[in-house]
């Protein structure tokens, strides 16, 4: 049974970088994409990007500039690096097993529970 | 970007009620959406994808319908633990948002 765990800091400060990790158990990352989607309280869910086992990404445009996605296929784990925060960026970070029918249809069939991140100095 | 719009936001509903959601989208997404039920402190769950097909071991009361830009979850028989937030969402293309979700209360 695969299973997602994400990790993180809790607090950051503002202009900080956030890093947090996916530690897959389970299955290996080989085949699959990968993905991190966020959400802020009261908000609906925010997709923020994923990647190939291979190393292929997909951003989301709005936060490509600051995010940074990346696979450790020795220690199964997914990275997310986001730059420059700001109380905007406070939410509740999930990782998501992606996969995919006919090449382009994806749908994120396993998730984390999630690791909540508040940024405030 | 392509928009997502669920109604209602929230509904009220009893047990073994069926419960129906709506999700449009702004243009036509074929059958490129996904459904999941959200709960508090949980890890999400992916109920529909492909906008019809069932997840292997979420019961049958759950279904999807739909194509192009508008689509439907039905719950046939609300259960106890089926009082979630549901959203709807696209992979069309990116950044494959979500909709804004229904709460589904007692």
């Known amino acids: 049974q695969v299973q997602l765990q994400e990790s993180g800091p809790g607090l950051v400060k503002p202009s900080d970088t956030l890093s947090l990790t996916c530690t897959v158990s389970g299955d290996s990352l080989d085949t699959y994409y990968w993905a991190w989607i966020r959400q802020s309280p009261g908000e609906r869910p925010q997709w923020i990007a994923h990647?190939?086992?291979?190393?292929?990404?997909t951003f989301n445009p709005s936060l490509q500039s600051r995010v940074t996605i990346s696979a450790d296929r020795s220690r199964n784990q997914i990275s997310l690096r986001l730059k420059s925060v700001t109380a905007a960026d406070t939410a509740t970070y999930f990782c998501a097993r992606t996969n995919r029918y006919n090449f382009y249809n994806y749908y994120m069939d396993v998730w984390g529970r999630g690791t909540a991140v508040t940024v405030s100095s | 970007d392509i928009q997502m719009t669920q109604s209602p936001s929230s509904l009220s509903a009893s047990l073994g009620d069926r419960v129906t959601i709506s999700c449009r989208s702004s243009q036509n997404i074929g059958n490129f959406l996904n459904w999941y039920q959200f709960k508090p402190g949980r890890a999400p769950k992916l109920l529909i994808a492909i906008a019809t097909a069932l997840q292997t071991g979420v019961p049958s009361r759950f279904s999807g319908s739909g194509s192009g830009a508008d689509f439907t979850l039905t719950i046939n028989g609300l259960q106890p633990e089926d009082f979630a937030t549901y959203y709807c969402q696209h992979s069309y293309s990116v950044p494959f948002p979500f909709g804004g979700g229904t709460k589904v209360e007692i």
């Open positions: 990647i190939y086992y291979s190393g292929r990404t």
